[in-house]
C-alpha cells in the first residue's frame, strides 16, 4: 500500500520511529498505545474463547 491513508496505524508508529534521526518519544509512546489498547480490550473480551479453543486442541474424541 503506497497511500498513506491506507496504512494500517502499527506501521504509522513505525515510520515515526524510522523517519527522524531525533524521535519524538512521545509522539512514538502515544502512538504505540493507541495501537495497543483497542489491541488488548478485543483479547480481553475474547480470552475465554481462545483458552477454550487451544484447550480443546489437545483433546482427542
Known amino acids: 500500500i503506497n497511500d498513506d491513508q491506507k496504512k494500517l496505524a502499527q506501521q504509522g508508529v513505525k515510520m515515526l520511529f524510522a523517519s527522524s534521526s531525533e524521535r519524538d ?14 489491541t488488548l480490550i478485543v483479547f480481553l473480551l475474547a480470552q475465554k474463547f481462545f483458552v477454550k479453543g487451544i484447550a480443546t486442541q489437545g483433546i482427542k474424541e
Not at 518519544?25 to 483497542?38: K, N, Q, R, S
Open 25 to 38: 518519544w512521545g509522539i512514538i509512546m502515544a502512538g504505540t498505545i493507541m495501537v495497543v489498547i483497542p
